[in-house]
């Protein structure tokens, strides 16, 4: 990583509830697997790649995923195991980490902003994601770069069980051919109305000002438009200027 920026990892339990259930039970491995309500009025709450394969996701009726894969195995889940499990990442993360965010169940932010003054970043974040793996079993996937919203992306590419550094000045070379659907803060509705203007990536939704970005998604759209504003800024200049939504918490 270049001196003097900001340095983010993202890391990303890779089908935590799926990962979880498989230490349990070792005769999961490899096989389409769904957490959720059984019912057919229930919804899917996380699944393996096995699964994903054929067309599975999140929030998807579980009446649909037994249409899409016959095989599936559906599990209800133990989100007491789960929260044990988090909390296990957690203190690993903790006892390691300088500064660390838990934004979710499966997912932490750590900002290791410094950290080649001691010891190389991306040596570090390997290491800690070794430790992980050897003393929970999970599958773990991290992002490396400048903030959040781009080692999340990354972090989003490695996986499954993977690991991807983006230097702040190959974001840019990183990003833009990426779809939008990429951007953590893009859900359906936006996608759909992006595309149906024919944004498709990330390149072309940069070029958009940030007024119009407003008048289009709201405050969202401001966020959304500032943060590739800057985005193109670290890239070409090599200097990360920081927005609202990359900060991480003690």
Known sequence: METGN???AHFDLDAFF?????LKNSKLQGKPVVIGGTSDRGVVASCSYEAREFGVHSAMPMKMVRNLCPDA?????????????????????????PVYEKASIDEHYIDITGMDRFFGCLAWTKELRNDIVNNTGLPVSFGLSVNKTISKIAAGEAKPNGELEIPGKKVKQFIFPLSIRKIPMIGNKTFHLLR???VSTIETLSSIPVDMMERLLGKNGIIIGEAFTVIIIV?????????ASVTVNE
């Open 73 to 97: 195995l559906v599990i209800r889940g133990d989100m007491e195991l789960y929260s044990k499990y988090s909390h296990m990442v957690t203190d690993i993360i903790a006892e390691k980490a």
């Open 18 to 22: 799926v990962s979880v259930e498989r």
């Open 196 to 198: 149906s203007m024919g």
């Open 6 to 8: 900001r340095i983010i």
């Open 235 to 243: 890239s070409d200049a090599g200097l990360v200027q920081l927005f």
